[in-house]
């Protein structure tokens, strides 16, 4: 059964930094896609940078390009995205997914094409 356990969410003052992981167990996709969503309250979730398996494409929202990077150590079986010049509309549960239909899902970053969810990370960023 594939699993998805985020860390390294917590409290941080604007303008600071926060690194999330993302440990994955029982994947067995040889082309696949992953990513970083995540949700405000009374917000929808939102893709906000996702990487390909098959070329290491990765993709940014206009909101977060610049500031953050998506990166994976697959030999830690583990996906990070560095967030660094935070700022107060960055606060959110973030959740890391992943699916196996194909690698190409990077492009788009949209939560209805991914399948597997971890139970997500709460940022909070104070201004």
């Known amino acids: 059964e594939m699993q998805l356990v985020e860390s390294g969410g917590g409290l941080v003052q604007a303008g600071g930094s926060l690194r999330l992981s993302c440990k994955v167990s029982g994947f067995t996709f040889d082309d696949y896609a992953m990513g970083w969503f995540r949700q405000a309250p009374g917000k929808e979730r939102e893709g906000i940078s996702c990487l390909s398996s098959s070329d290491g494409g990765t993709y940014y929202a206009d909101s977060v390009k610049g500031r953050f990077t998506i990166s994976s150590d697959n030999a830690k079986n583990t996906m990070y995205l560095q967030m660094n010049s935070l700022k107060p509309e960055d606060t959110a549960v973030y959740y890391c997914?992943?699916?196996?239909?194909?690698?190409?899902?990077?492009?788009?970053?949209?939560?209805?094409?991914?399948?597997?969810w971890g139970q997500g990370t709460q940022v909070t960023v104070s201004s």
């Open positions: 997914a992943a699916t196996g239909y194909s690698s190409s899902y990077y492009s788009q970053c949209a939560p209805y094409s991914y399948d597997y």
